[in-house]
């Protein structure tokens, strides 16, 4: 029964947005209220293709979901395209397994993605991503509850990308992605019918690495920048209002310490602000010069009067760039609309690894927020990546109480076993 109405609920805001009529937003407390109770209420800025910001392997994620420049490997495809440059190695991959609302016993859903890399020269490297979701076996209903039959709601990206050392310490990259979702093709939803929805979309990525002293240990710290999902809006039916992608803007810095031939520490600190416009409360309440609490409609709501809200109105750049000013409640509002996340990783002998991390969201903007452990080992050409979250707030989480998997293959080790044979 859960998983009926759940996913009922979920298509339907996805493909009709979700309903602002209830937002109000309150010029005294500077922040959206609730019609209970008047505190603060979450404003959440949300997307089409939410799986696309899905952290995708377990190295990343043991970290706090930390990855745009920690030390790259096969994942920085995801995290920063342009880390590949000064990957090691020749030739790598990696597959990631992850489990979804496992905690719920909802088995069938989970996110599979592979990734690998290819140098073509010293300054040159490619790499690719393909990710698929699948949300299982879904009973789908109409709006008057009546069983519209069953469907297998799935999602999938496939992008490549091309780096290139810039210099010795700095390296750029390009991106290039499509990517489909067919959540209820074919089924009819309060008289519109739905259909698959796809996007193209552009990642552009920077990363600064160079090498340092530390308390007398080697070492190297890098920064790195990551504007993903760069792409074109879309809409699951036939309407004149089309929803954004999530493209996102990724910060990143680490520090990565040698203390000695075995041992071996990396910090990681990560900050992250989606680029879709927030949604903006159709009424305003504040006080009157007579101390008394007013209530009206918001201008700056729907100023065509056409019925629709201006935020979901605005086109993909002028969304992109003005969502770093839009918020109703000013700097203090975007600022909250920023998602840190602090990790760190430990190797010993370049075989076995333990990780842990923090990713933090403000309460109004998401909520998500939690700790992270996770493990490696490495062993011949083969390595294991696991990776456990646990919710620091009373919110439960996709993956909480769940381990997700990353198998890697070392192409380089592969070749020289055999030629050593």
Known sequence: MFNKYFYTLVIAILFFGKSEAQLTFDEDKNCVISGADGACASNTVTSAFPFMRIIPDARAAGMGDTGIAISPDMNS???????????????????????????????????????????????????????????????????????????????????LAYARKLGSNFSAALGAKYINSNLAGGIQVMGQLVSAASSFAADVSFTY??????????????????????????????????????????????????????????????????????????KIVYTDADGQRVVDPNPEYDTNGNGIADFREKALFSGVFGSFT??????????????????????????????????????????????????????????????????TNNLLSPLDNTLRFTLTFDFDKYNADLNEE
């Open 209 to 282: 690495r160079n090498k340092t002293k530390i308390g007398g240990y080697n070492g190297s710290w890098a920064v790195g920048m990551n504007l993903s999902n760069l792409g074109s809006k879309i809409s699951y039916i036939e309407s004149p209002v089309k929803e954004f992608i999530p493209t996102n803007l990724g910060l990143g810095t680490s520090l990565k310490i040698e203390f000695d031939d075995f041992n071996t520490m990396e910090f990681a600190l990560d900050f992250n602000k989606l680029l879709v416009p927030t949604p903006i409360a159709p």
């Open 77 to 159: 495809v995801f995290h920063n395209a342009s880390n590949l440059a000064f990957v090691e190695g020749n030739m790598s991959f990696a597959a990631t397994y992850t489990p979804w609302l496992a905690n719920l016993n909802l088995n069938d859903i989970y996110l599979a993605d592979l990734t690998g890399f290819k140098k073509i020269d010293k300054l040159q490297t490619i790499g690719f991503e393909l990710r698929y979701f699948n949300l299982g076996q879904v009973p789908f209903l109409d709006e008057n509850g009546i069983d519209l039959g069953e469907g297998r709601p799935r999602e999938f990206s496939i992008g």
């Open 326 to 391: 839009d918020a109703q409640g000013g700097f203090s509002e975007e600022i909250k609309e920023i998602a840190y996340s602090f990790g760190m990783e430990y190797w010993y002998d370049k075989q076995f690894a333990v990780r842990a991390g923090y990713y933090h969201e403000s309460a109004l903007k998401g909520n998500r927020q939690f700790l992270t452990v996770g493990a490696g080992i490495k062993y011949n050409v083969f390595g294991i990546d696991l990776s456990y979250l646990k919710p």
